[in-house]
Each structure stands twice: as C-alpha cells, then as structure tokens.
C-alpha cells in the first residue's frame, strides 16, 4: 500500500466472519462521530460488509462535517450521512431512530486548558445520547487510559481491573462509561463499552510515529517503554461486530492486538528496515499503559493483520512519503496531560 484509495480499501475490507455477523443482525446502523480518525474506514466497512452479506440496510453516518471533503466521499461510497453538532439538543433530538447505534464522539487532544469541553463531549452527552436510543443497541468506544498504569510483568490490565484514570481526559472517558452504563440499567439499553487502544492507521499511529523518528534521526522517548496496538480495520470489525454482544447490564471489552510491545524493539527493528541506528532517550520505566485484550480474542478471534505486517506496511508507507494525519498520539504521556 503506497496510496491513501489502497489504504483505505484495505481497511475496509469485510472479513467472513464480519459479514456472517452482519447477517445476524436486525435494523440498520447509525455512527455518531463518524468524522473522526477511525470512523470512515469504519463506516465503509459496515457498508462493504452488508453489500458481501446480500442484505439490506441503511448505514448514516453523523457528524459536522465542517470541513474538507469527507461528507462527498462517504456519500459516494453509498453512506447517508447528516450534518449535526451532537451537543445541539434539537439536532440530536432530530437524529433518526435507528436499531443500532455506534458512538464514536468524543474529545482528547486539547483537554489542558478545555477541560469543560472534553467532559461535556465525553460524559455529558452519552447522557443525552443514551437517552435518545434507548431503544437501541449502542457500541460506545471507550479508552484504555481508564485503567492504571501497570506493572510490565502483569501481562496488562483486563476487564477486571479496576478503572484508576490518571488526568481528566481519562477520567472523563470512565465518566461516559459511567453515564452510559446508568442509563442502560435504567432503561434496559443493550450496550458495549469497547475500551479501545491504540489503533494503527498507516496515516497516524504509533508505529508511524516510531518509524518516522527513526527514520528522521530523532531520539525516542523511552519513558512508556511498553505498548499494545491492533489495525484498524481490525479494530473497527470488532466494534461491529460488538452489536451483537450488547447487553444490559452492559459489556465490557478490552481490544488491541495480543503482544505486550517493546519501544526499544520496535525502533531497533525499524533501524533495522531503514538502515540506520534509532537514538533514544530515557529509560524504560516499570509500569505502563497496557491492556490485556485476551477476552475479546476468544469473542472474536485473533486479529487479522500481524504486528509485522503492520510494521512492513508502515516502512513502505514512509519510504513513499504516504500522506498523515499530523495527529500524534502523546502515547508517551505519563501524567495524562492532553
């Protein structure tokens, strides 16, 4: 993959496993926060995924649309979608009753300074949200950044560990699941919460973020030396495919790839690909960000796309100057300052 049109069809490639779940499914999809990192890809793919199913149902997608061309594109891929500002209530009040909801909105980056803004998108409208659809099945995308920081040899934090957000931004996520998970047992709403990190896009990601500094000769923050990352496309199947496990009470689902991955191992075998020696700064610290996915491995299966892989694509990516996002990730971030 050398371009953004392949990138963007491989990750909306449906799985079989994905369109046979497709077809278990009743009533069509709405996606909220559709314009997000992940939320295009994820949109084609329910799309691709229902067209290979033979089945019919109507995919919107919802988002401001304020900019850039995204809402055309989307169309042209056969996707309704409608321009709406969530925290507008008669705009979130006009939305249209759909069987199955998938919450994508939510606010990171620019936290310090805004925080009134990030718990209103993260905690105040899944209030308004779940509220709306209570009648619906609803996949909320969480973070993993709800959970502490955990010893390296602990093999990561599982759905049993309990939540210890570090900084308002992780604090405000365990806030949407909280408020979520209050109207779900008040109203009967099936629900997921799918606590999500970190996804890898060619465009954004760690990885990339690691492959360019190598790259570039610039050092490398060693002080989360440990990390867990899972495709895209990967990542996404899987939140689709969570409509049919929601609930109430709800579920809870940790999601990323299987391996607990070493920085300096990653930036050694980066080195490796490009022919340079990576520089790096700091020392690896005994405690991380991880999170232990091995749950929703048995749901779902393993993840499809391989670190290696990822990482193969990622080397070619750079070396062809393929467009990003400019969005980094701060998965150095111990404090919890975004």
Known sequence: MRTTSELESKLSEPSERLIEDLAKLDGDILILGVGGKMGPSL??????????AGIGKKVTGVSRFSSGDLRSELEAAGIHTIAADLLDEAALSNLPETRNVIYMAGNKFGTTGREYFTWAMNAYLPGRVAEKYQQSRIVAFSSGNIYPLTEIASGGASEETPPAPIGEYAQSCLGRERVFEYFSRKNGTPLVNFRLNYAIDLRYGILLEIAKSVKEGNPIDLSMGQVNVIWQGDANEMAIRSLLLCDSPP?????TGPETVSIRWLSERFGEM???????????????????????????????????????????????GGDTLNKPTHFQERAGAF
Request: proline residues 5%; aromatic residues 10%; glycine residues 6%.
């Open 251 to 255: 579920v809870t689902l940790n999601i």
């Open 274 to 320: 490009f022919g340079v020696a990576p520089k790096f700064d700091g020392i690896e610290q005994p405690t991380a960000l991880l999170n232990n996915a091995s749950h929703s491995h048995r749901l779902f299966g393993y993840p499809r796309v391989t670190l290696r892989q990822m990482m193969e694509w990622t080397v070619s990516w750079v070396e062809a």
């Open 43 to 52: 949109a084609k793919l329910v799309k691709r995924g229902i067209e290979a």
